[in-house]
Structure formats: C-alpha cells, structure tokens
C-alpha cells in the first residue's frame, strides 16, 4: 500500500474578488521508502504541493477538495491537534533557505529538544542524548558544544545538516524537502544532497525533493513529477523522463540544461515564463510557450495519457512521438474497451484514465 | 565587555557635553540674573560692579567652562527660591518621581505584552478590536486630559481614590520616601500611574502587536509549526523573544520621555516630584534649578539608554557584548 495517496488535490488562495487556484486537481502515489522529485520553473506549484501534505498553507491558501491519504488517514481533513502529531512526527520539513529557518534567539538545543519534547515523553536530558546521535549522523562535529550555540554561529551548510538532523529526530516516515540546498554553495550543495541520500537509503525514509535542479532529481530520485502553473504536466520513472521527456515543457526544460549546450553556444531556454495564477491561460497553460501548440491547445486541457510507466498530459504527444519515429502507442490506461478508431476518440478515451489509474502508477 | 563600556561612556560624556551647552545657552538668555538677586532699588553702577564680580561680562566661553567645571564637582548652582544648592532640591523631588515612573512601568509592561501578543494572534477577534480601539482613544487623549477624568471620575464622584499629594510615605534611606509600603501610598500613586502610563501603553501594546504579526509570518514560526510545537510555545518562545528586541530599544528611549512628561501628571496631581518642581521653577524664573533639571534629566536619559542598550545585548544572542567595540 501507497505510504501517502493523493486525489485530486486542488489549493485556492482566497482573494479579494475570487479564488486563484495555485493547484488544480494533482493526482500522485508515494510507496514507503521511495524517493520523489518534483520539478519545475518558480511559480508551478512545486513548493506549495510540499507544504499542502503538512497542512501547512498560509491564509489565504486553503485545500478547496481532494485527498491527502497518509498512512491510511486524511490528512486534508485533520483539525489543528491532529495535524500537530503528525508534523515534525511522522512527516518532517526540510525549509529551503537554513540562514531564516532556524530561530535566532533559540540554541541549537532547545530547538531539537522541543521537537523531541512535542511529541515524545522525554527528560532534558534523554532528549539532548537523542539529538546528540542525530548530529552524529549528520556528521556534525563535537556535537555536545553545538547544542549550546546559536544559529548565528554555524555556517550555512552547518544549518542545514542541523535541520536534516531535525528532520530526523523522530524517526518520520516521510520527509519534504523544498529545494533544500538553493540556499548553499555550490560546493557544500553536493555535500548534503549525497547526505540526504544516504540517510533515507539507511532509515529507508521516503523523500519528497521539490527542486528546479533536472541533475540533482536524477541523482536523489526513483519518481519525478514535472509541474506546470499548478498540474502535474508529465511523471514517471526519473531515468525515463530525464533520458526521453514526452512533454515539451519537459524537453525545454531539460534542452536548457548546460551540459546539453556546446562551450560558447547560448543556453537553449524555454521562451516566455511561467504565467502567473491569477492569469493562467486557457487550455493547456503552457500552449503561449510551446512550438508545437495548436488551435485545440488553446481551448482543451489536455487529460493525462499513458505512455508505459511515463504520464503525460499533452494534446500533441503522440504526433511528436511519431515525429521522432518511436511510434510510441498512447494506451488509455485502465479503459477496456479502448478501440483507438481516430485521434480524437483516443483523447476521450483517455480522459477517464484520471479518476481510473491514478493509484496504478504509483508504486 | 570592558571596551564596549569605555565606548558607551565616550558617548555618553559626547550626549552630556552637548546637553550641558544648551542647558547653559539658555541660561544666559532667561531674562537678567541681577534682577533676580538683587530687585530694582539697585543702581546701575552697583550692578556693573555685580555683574564684573560674578563674571556675567566673561565671554561666553569663558562663563560655560566655569559653569562646566563646577557642575563637574557637583555644584550646579544656587536654587534662587529655595536658597540651596539647586541637585540637592531636585534629589529631594526624585524619588517621588522615580516611583511614579516606575508605577507607571509597571501597568506598561505588566498590561502591553499580553494585549500585545493577544491582539497580534487574533486581530480580527472582538476583544482585539476594542484594544485597538482604545489604544488608539489612549494616544490621542493628552495626558493631562486622562488625569483629570481620572480625578472627576475617582475622587470627585466614587470617591474611591484621594486625587493629589503623594499620601503617607515611609522613609527608606536619605530623602527616599516610599509610597510602596503603605496602603495610602499604594491609593495615591495609582491613578498618577495610570495618567502617566495612559500615553505610552497604547503605544507599546501597537508596537508590540505590529511587530508579533511580523515575526509571526517568519519562516523560523513556519518551521516551528511544522515540526509540532504547540501553539502557545511558539507564541511566547519562538515569536515573543524575537519580538521584545526591537521593543526594548524602543522601550529604553520612552523611560526617559516618561520622566519628562511627569511634568504633566505631577502638575495635575500635585505630586511633589521634579516635573512639579520644574514647572513652579519655570513660574519664578529660577534659572540655575531650570539648568540643573535639565541636565539631570538628560543625564537619565543617557543611563537609561546605556542599560537598554546593555540589556539588548544580554537577550539578543547574535550581538556579544563581550566583544564588542573591540
């Protein structure tokens, strides 16, 4: 069984005249002990997904409907109490930036002994022995003397080996980090990804690693999920989606990776941006930016199809797959009588897939 | 920590220069000394003579360092009305003044932070929207205002509260009589407290709501909440202490605002402190007691904020005054 499920997953944030929806209808399986990326520009939704599975969205953002599933509860529907035992518990946060993370005014100590305290019955004490092995793990030198000090004294990437040790304390079953190493050097960047990575190998810990970084998600992940203006445009396997990416936006993305230009060439981007949510196009969000758009892009969102163990929601998928002579076969996923008889019967055919296979994928 | 204190003292000696100038400027322009000290049947000729021998025709230079350098052995002058030196007058109407400011402290600070704290969680609750409502009633009344609705309301109608003097006072030590260890004490101190804490409340209990709002939207409140701490620890640890930085710095300025607008409230209430006695002195143009109030106010001012500022460090991690001004 999925260690966390969600359905149709859709956050507002309540403005003065109507609500923006910042997540429209995400749909995605984590098994326990599995490694999830989920990339995409600023803006998609990347950072919100993360925090919507704590409960943890700012007013005015608010879950409008869907499921989050996690270990068999709810999470979109727990009240305050509820939601306080399962953070920092079960499910622990890794904050992007570890310089405004940490409090200030509060030493190292006291910040892992009151997690520790919330939510296990623990003397000073024993709380401090926990959080000593944990900045062992995190290879923290003399951690004992770290405990005393402030954030203020330690180094970025001595932060945030703080805060995975943190994450950690209570053992969770799931970890989200958001773009947990944008903040650092790049040389200490490398450090903590291969840390993080370690460390969920052994206490076979899920991850949830939102970034922007295709080389960081291919390193870190067995799953991705390619995010665009609040959906879920194309997921499967990393080493399928980075080697063969279905959807435009995910070849434009991996097209503009430096390693895919030659020394003194331009960098191949995606033209435009990311459109803002209070002003999302029609259709599929990202027809204004894509070179294969057509009329129908412009008015129909496009259903998610599948592709093997990739998903992909374009309109002009399979044309671009028989472009590039791979003949590939869009397979209306869990649909009997799926008779391909016309293009755009296939489409509909495939618009049931969302409700029908979503678990499928998963694990 | 020895270098920082050498440093504070540099400048606060810079502050107590500067004040020490004006205070004495205005001296020399509060009307004529002589008229003071000797009436009108005085002729011309005596009074050249007066002035030559009290040095009134040095240069200015000349008179401030003389000025200077008896204040600096602790001679501020003669009080013209009460015929004693004028530090020896103001220290007998400090401690009256003293304890009203620190009554006045007191309700600040016993009352800002908890409406503080509660209006910033929930600024849209009903109970939030009357503080603010009357904090805002509590800026813009003046103090002298408060304190006489205070007086018709207490002692002339209820007749709850007696409305002047400082009542029965127990001496501690010198010229400090307390108000705090009798029961009329404690009666007549209060509402002088309350007028006098009427202005910066309100102010305080803004300050200390604006900035909780701001600590609240945090990232480190954020991370707090998403590690499972409950909302009560997160209030008063997580947001409150970095909250009280800023307030202090704010705080240590408004003491020394406070020991000037006891003039108000001791007017009012005939409380015999040095904001009463300064004004009667401004009344009788008694100029050496108008400069000696002066700089003793400003010299408050410097203490108080030289100990905030020390206080600062002591609760704000990231300054160490160990080693700072090294």
Redesign the interface.
């Known amino acids: 069984m999925a260690l966390l499920s969600v359905k149709d997953l859709t956050v507002k944030f309540a403005m003065r005249e109507q609500s923006v929806t910042a997540l429209d209808g995400i749909s995605f399986d984590l098994a326990k002990g599995e490694r999830l990326g989920i990339v995409g520009e600023s803006g998609a939704g990347k950072s919100i997904t993360g925090f919507s599975l704590m409960k943890l969205i700012s007013k005015p953002g608010f879950i409008d409907r869907g499921q989050i599933q996690f270990d068999g509860r709810d999470i979109a529907k727990m009240d305050e109490p509820a939601l306080r035992d399962i953070r920092g518990n079960h499910m622990a946060m890794i904050f992007q930036d570890p310089m405004v993370t940490l409090n200030p005014v509060l030493t190292i100590g006291e910040q892992m002994v009151e997690t520790l305290r919330a939510h296990r019955k623990l003397s000073l004490e024993e709380a401090e022995q926990i959080a000593i092995v944990k900045l062992r793990e995190v290879y923290i030198p003399s951690p004992e003397e770290r405990l005393r000090q402030y954030p203020h004294e330690l180094s970025g990437g001595m932060r945030q080996r703080i805060i995975i040790a943190i994450a950690l304390l209570l053992e969770p079953k799931l970890i989200i980090a958001d773009e947990p190493t944008t903040a650092l050097d790049v040389t200490i960047q490398a450090d903590i990804m291969d840390l993080m990575l370690e460390l969920c190998q052994t206490n076979k810990v899920s991850l949830i690693l939102i970034t922007h970084d295709l080389g960081v998600v291919n390193q870190m992940t067995e799953r991705t999920l390619v995010m665009y203006a609040g959906r879920i445009i194309e997921s499967g396997r990393t080493r399928e989606i980075i080697n063969d990416p279905q959807h435009p936006y995910t070849q434009g993305l991996i097209n503009a990776l430096p390693q895919q230009t030659l020394p003194g060439q331009p960098l191949k981007q995606i033209p435009g941006s990311m459109p803002s949510l209070t002003n999302i196009p029609t259709g599929c969000a990202f027809h204004p930016r894509c070179a294969y758009a057509t009329s129908r892009c412009k008015t129909e969102i496009p259903r998610t199809l599948r592709f093997g163990a990739v998903e992909v929601a374009c309109h002009e998928v399979e044309r671009l797959k028989a472009g590039q002579g791979k003949a590939g076969t869009g397979q209306p996923a869990a649909n009997g009588n799926a008779s391909a008889n016309g293009d755009t019967s296939a489409y509909d055919e495939a618009s049931t897939y969302d409700e029908a296979s979503a678990n499928g994928s998963g694990s | 920590m020895f270098a920082y204190l050498v440093k504070r003292a540099f400048q606060a000696i810079a502050v107590m220069f500067v004040i020490s100038v004006v205070s004495f400027a205005i001296q020399d322009n509060l009307g004529d000394p002589l008229r003071e000290l000797v009436g009108q049947s005085v002729s011309e000729e005596v009074r050249e003579q007066l002035r030559e021998e009290l040095g009134l025709n040095d240069s200015f230079i000349t008179q401030y360092l003389r000025f200077a350098w008896k204040a600096l052995h602790g001679d501020l002058g003669t009080s013209y009305f009460f015929k004693e030196p004028a530090l020896t007058v103001i220290f007998k109407k400090l401690p009256a003044t003293l304890e009203l400011v620190f009554g006045a402290t007191v309700i600040i600070i016993g009352l800002s932070v908890p409406l503080g704290v509660y209006t910033a969680i929930k600024p849209n609750g009903l109970f939030s929207r009357i503080v603010m409502g009357l904090s805002i009633v509590g800026i813009s009344v003046p103090v002298f205002l408060t304190a006489i609705a205070m007086i018709y309301l207490f002692s002339v109608e209820l007749q709850w509260l007696p409305s002047f003097g400082r009542g029965d006072v127990v001496p501690i030590f010198g010229h400090w009589d307390t108000n705090f260890l009798t029961v009329d004490g404690w009666q007549h101190i209060l509402l002088p407290s309350i007028a006098l804490a009427s202005i910066m409340l309100p102010l305080f209990v803004r300050l200390i709501r604006a900035e909780m709002m701001e600590t609240l939207?945090?990232?480190?409140v954020?991370?707090?909440?998403?590690?499972?701490?409950?909302?009560m620890?997160i209030y008063f640890?997580?947001a409150l202490?970095?909250t009280l930085?800023p307030v202090i710095t704010v705080g240590g300025v408004q003491i020394g605002t406070m020991v000037a607008y006891t003039i108000l409230t001791e007017t009012v209430f005939q409380w015999p402190g040095m904001g009463f006695m300064f004004l009667e002195a401004v009344n009788r143009v008694d100029t050496p007691l108008i400069v000696a109030y002066l700089i003793v106010v400003g010299f408050i001012f410097v203490v108080t904020n030289t100990i905030v500022d020390l206080i600062y460090g002591l609760?704000?991690?990231?300054i160490n005054i160990a080693r700072m001004g090294a």
């Not at chain 2, 939207?217 to 480190?220: L, V």
């Not at chain 2, 954020?222 to 909302?231: F, I, L, M, S």
């Not at chain 2, 609760?315 to 990231?318: F, G």
């Open positions: 939207q945090s990232e480190y954020k991370y707090a909440t998403a590690k499972g701490v409950r909302p620890r640890v997580h202490k970095n930085l609760v704000n991690p990231t």
